[in-house]
């Protein structure tokens, strides 16, 4: 199924007892580009976070925030800093002393000072909180692609649209090229006819005229070639791969080929015609720059 590289997905909710958060999103990326915001002192779980996205995200730049509420089973070991306490209250006297000032040292003014108090806690269970994030992170991931799925649903019907009506007019320019080269024989033959006053005319030379310029503003080979490319396109638009690089290929074939008739074609029609064909193209491209 194509999937659009623009996507959202989270989950809340209590995983064995902590609060857990993990919101995913990303937009298009030539490549795939993972970014993590994580608590503090949790860069191991960006290894898990990448073996989640491993198989399933191929391209796009993908944010991912998560966020874990702390376990209050853990023990916390609060320490004062003794030294530190009798500099800052050594001080604070000696300024009462010598300025007269009113003496309000208290131990809650002291315990907020820089330094005073350090608090530090049993490292985290990493093999817990991997699991934890692993089972948030699937979570949301589910939510994403399917909101990746949807989006890519409307890409693919939108560019099949424009395909069809692309060989839609690739039909008409192949009804009309064998005209366009008739009308060149008359109008030859009305021309030379003219210019040399005599409706003796070698037929000759008309059809020789005919034939090369029939030549030269052929257009068979290439609209045989869209149709070819288009119908690849449909082939990978029904792929369950990653095909978003592949189907830009295809579409600057498909450009060259329409650049290639343009510069061949010798009638009005047959140009604004050429003209649809590269703007529906050009729609295709900017779309398919979504495409995974």
């Known amino acids: 199924?194509?999937?659009?590289?623009?996507?959202?997905?989270?989950?809340?909710?209590?995983?064995?007892?902590?609060?857990?958060?993990?919101?995913?999103?990303?937009?298009?990326?030539?490549?795939?580009?993972?970014q993590c915001r994580l608590p503090r002192g949790c860069g191991f779980l960006e290894e898990t976070i990448k073996n989640l996205l491993a198989n399933r995200v191929s391209r796009g730049k993908v944010d991912v925030f998560v966020t874990i509420e702390a376990d209050e089973n853990v023990a916390a070991?609060?320490?004062?800093?003794?030294?530190?306490?009798?500099?800052?209250?050594?001080?604070?006297?000696?300024?009462?002393?010598?300025?007269?000032?009113?003496?309000?040292?208290?131990?809650?003014?002291?315990?907020?000072?820089?330094?005073?108090?350090?608090?530090?806690?049993?490292?985290?269970?990493?093999?817990?909180?991997?699991e934890i994030v692993r089972i948030a992170g699937e979570q949301a991931l589910e939510s994403f692609l399917a909101m990746r799925e949807r989006e890519g649903e409307k890409l693919k019907k939108d560019v099949l649209e424009r395909g069809e009506?692309?060989?839609?007019?690739?039909?008409?320019?192949?009804?009309r090229s064998p005209q366009t080269?008739?009308?060149?024989?008359?109008?030859?033959?009305?021309?030379?006819?003219?210019?040399?006053e005599s409706t003796t005319i070698d037929p000759q030379r008309i059809l020789l005229e005919a034939a090369l310029f029939a030549d030269k503003t052929a257009v068979a080979e290439?609209?045989?070639?869209?149709?070819?490319?288009?119908?690849?396109l449909e082939d990978m638009l029904n792929s369950d791969m990653a095909v978003g690089r592949k189907i830009d290929f295809i579409?600057?074939?498909?450009?060259?080929?329409?650049?290639?008739?343009?510069?061949?074609?010798?009638?009005?029609?047959?140009?604004?015609?050429?003209v649809d064909i590269k703007a529906d193209i050009e729609k295709i491209r900017e779309q398919i720059q979504n495409i995974e």
């Open 181 to 196: 080269v008739e009308e060149y024989r008359n109008k030859l033959y009305e021309r030379l006819k003219e210019v040399l």
């Open 251 to 274: 579409i600057q074939e498909m450009n060259r080929e329409a650049n290639t008739i343009g510069s061949k074609v010798c009638d009005a029609e047959l140009a604004h015609k050429v």
């Open 222 to 232: 290439e609209t045989v070639r869209l149709r070819s490319h288009f119908a690849q």
């Open 165 to 175: 009506h692309i060989i839609s007019i690739v039909e008409q320019v192949e009804e």
């Open 1 to 34: 199924m194509i999937r659009s590289m623009t996507g959202y997905g989270r989950f809340e909710g209590v995983i064995d007892g902590r609060r857990t958060v993990f919101e995913i999103k990303s937009v298009n990326h030539r490549y795939f580009e993972l």
């Open 77 to 130: 070991d609060v320490r004062v800093n003794h030294s530190l306490v009798s500099g800052y209250i050594n001080a604070m006297n000696e300024l009462c002393e010598k300025y007269g000032l009113k003496d309000d040292i208290s131990v809650s003014k002291i315990a907020n000072y820089p330094d005073v108090l350090t608090v530090s806690k049993a490292p985290e269970n990493e093999e817990k909180l991997s």
